[in-house]
């Protein structure tokens, strides 16, 4: 078994970026080459902006390469709690963001030629208790009705048409979600990036950012220093200092995926015969999907941990058993893969992104980064040039995490208040 995330195992190597020079003057300094640092760095070079990208590892080594492969179009808080929150019509405004950043997903891979395996299968939200089938029915009856959204709710008795299982209760159908091989994605972007001129430097870390005057930087990198008219924070559940305004809004939340052995496609027809991105209704959840060759993703926040080896090993076993429970065909299935990784957790569960002093940034993608990081690179590209109205989230305040001062200390009591919300709803 491999401690390392399958994306990035079977996306092609990439040229060696740890030896470029670092120094002189750029236009801008995009911090991380994840989603939202390469489409940043795609569009605002072709906006004619000359773009360096800072890596303090290499590109994709972070959440954009250790997520589910999943574009799916949905809110981390869910339709009807944004409505509740914030307003019928901002609720709508937010939701369909997301619709457009699985476009902006399929638009780049066309206009570049990445090959990743885009498809739009859908998605399938899976009823894990008798009463959370109301639940799907009241975020149905918002979606097909006052938002105009296509959405098809799955009775219990009909649940073998989608999967292979009988652990739930009903379901609910989006078909215009996608998965994509988020390996192959990334790593397109960073050479669609190159091809028009971003320098991408990896193993880069930068060590100390400075403030010049008004957007202007310097930052101090192991290679170099470099000076910059403007600076994108693009590092999700990595931040760290020197950001430290931003770390303490941001809580680095693990996440963790195992990938079986090939199933073959008789095995995969019989777990997800339609190729949906699938996950149920807990607040601990589970998303599972078929990989392009034929193998389950299965993931989830097995533990409220950081990700390291021993952790993500701890975590693949609760995993497996999760998903033999789901699926007990499985129960002598190899598993290939298992790794974890860190997802940016906000404190109200939403995207933030803008200006602090200074410093652009785009944080906070809460589970669903896939499609909106890569949407709020281009988006970023048009609000760093000035036009406000390209930031869907300029108006929510970033608050501050309290008691949040680094090292995220109080995981495991949110883990054991979401175990205690799903056992009890």
């Known amino acids: 078994m491999k401690f390392t995330p399958y994306w990035l195992d079977t996306a092609p190597e990439g040229p060696d970026r740890s030896r470029t020079e670092i120094g002189g003057h750029v236009d801008v300094a995009i911090i991380g080459a994840g989603l939202t640092g390469l489409s940043a760095a795609l569009h605002l070079a072709r906006k004619g902006a000359n773009v360096h990208v800072f890596e303090k590892e290499t590109v994709g080594f972070g959440a954009s390469g250790r997520n589910g492969g999943m574009a799916t179009m949905g809110l981390s808080i869910g339709i009807r709690d944004a ?3 914030y307003g019928f019509d901002t609720a709508k405004a937010y939701l369909l963001a997301y619709h457009d950043a699985v476009d902006t997903i399929e638009k780049l891979v066309n206009d570049e030629g990445i090959d990743c395996d885009f498809a739009r299968t859908g998605k399938l939200i899976l009823a894990s208790k008798p009463a959370h089938v109301e639940g799907l029915r ?13 959405t098809r709710l799955i009775a219990k008795s009909e649940i073998h048409s989608e999967i292979g299982s009988d652990r739930f209760h009903g379901g609910m159908v989006d078909a215009r979600s996608a998965g994509l091989h988020v390996g192959k994605f990334t790593k397109g972007l960073a050479e669609a990036a190159a091809r028009i001129g971003v320098i991408i430097h990896e193993k880069a870390m930068v060590e100390k950012v400075s403030r010049l005057d008004g957007t202007r930087h310097e930052l101090v990198t192991p290679r170099g220093t470099v000076q910059a008219d403007q600076v994108l924070v693009a590092t999700s559940g990595y931040t760290s200092r020197p950001f430290r305004w931003h770390q303490v809004r941001i809580a680095p939340l693990g996440s963790f995926i195992i990938v079986t052995e090939p199933l073959g496609k ?4 019989m777990l997800l015969p339609n190729r949906r991105m699938a996950s ?4 601990l959840l589970n998303y599972f999907r078929i990989t392009p060759d034929e193998r389950l993703l299965f993931g989830g926040r097995a533990r409220f941990a950081m990700s390291n080896q021993q952790s993500d090993a701890k975590s693949g ?7 033999t429970e789901i699926f007990p065909q499985l129960t002598n299935t190899r598993v290939d893969y298992c790794w974890g990784g860190l997802v ?19 944080l906070g993608y809460s589970g669903h980064g896939v499609q909106m990081a890569t949407h709020m690179g281009k988006q970023m590209a048009d609000y760093m040039n000035g036009t406000p109205t390209a930031n869907p989230w300029r108006d ?19 883990g054991g208040y979401y175990k205690f919300k799903d056992l009890i709803k």
């Open 83 to 85: 409505v509740s929150r």
């Open 138 to 150: 009241k975020t149905h009856a918002i979606m097909s009705g006052r938002l105009g959204v296509e």
């Open 396 to 414: 929510l305040p970033f608050r501050r995490i309290p008691g949040h001062f680094g090292p995220p200390w109080f995981l495991p009591f949110a």
């Open 280 to 283: 149920n209704t807990l607040n």
């Open 317 to 323: 076993r609760i995993l497996r058993k999760a998903m």
């Open 344 to 362: 940016d957790m906000s404190m109200d569960r939403m995207v933030h992104a803008g200006e602090q002093n200074g410093l652009f940034y785009s």
């Open 266 to 269: 008789d095995v995969c027809d």
